[in-house]
């Protein structure tokens, strides 16, 4: 999934085209993210102990991945991402600016690091 937690997306489809929000939540089983204040619906809730009286709340309903486009931090324009092999690093890179895009928002990208460099094959023991 190359959208996460904390970036910063631009909508390019749908009831809310061309407006910029954070990302709060990613669904990766469904393919999508919920967008900080974006493609909101009012929910109707019935009175119960939790909320005794009851009415109507806004909630942010999740929008597809395909409709999202990260905005490069380093020029605020967005761009496409694809990925970098640094090593045993793989990296989110941006295509626009070839800038590294594994800190964004504040948030370190947590990938698993591995023993063997990418590209090159381990070898079965029979």
Known sequence: M?????DK???????NRNQVGTVELVLTKKNKAVVS?????????K??????QGGII???MPLAISNLMIIDPSND????????VKGTKKIRVSKLSNRDLSIVGGITA???KRSIPFGIKQEQNV
């Open 47 to 52: 009175r119960s102990a939790k909320n005794p």
């Open 9 to 15: 997306v631009l909508i390019i489809a749908g009831k």
């Open 2 to 6: 190359k959208i996460r937690k904390g």
């Open 77 to 84: 324009k967005p761009s496409r991402i694809g990925y970098e």
């Open 110 to 112: 947590r990938l698993p």
């Open 37 to 45: 204040g974006l493609n909101m619906v009012k929910k109707h809730l």
């Open 58 to 60: 806004d909630q942010a």
